[in-house]
């Protein structure tokens, strides 16, 4: 099992939400946050199966600067733990 850490916040003078994962400099878009978080799961899930098929496990650890780990641990945006299961 993998878990990642995710950041989501809304884009500046647009009505999109967006979320990345810290983990893997992966970062989607959505309508609100749930939907950003659930776009973010499947473009994740997606990635991981990549690596694991390819066997590009170095491609695991690419993660995101600096500056948004900072916003995560500064705990003063919605932060989110997402857990893949690999079979």
Known sequence: MFR???LVHKERDEDV??????DLNICVDGA???EAIKN????VDHYV????????????SRPAPR???ER???KSEPRVELEEVVA
């Open 72 to 74: 995560f641990f500064s």
């Open 67 to 69: 500056e948004y780990w």
């Open 32 to 34: 609100n946050p749930e």
């Open 49 to 60: 199966q990549c690596v694991i098929k390819d066997k590009d496990y170095q491609a695991l």
């Open 4 to 6: 990642f850490h995710a």
């Open 17 to 22: 939400y967006s979320a990345m994962c810290l």
């Open 40 to 43: 973010l799961r499947e473009a």
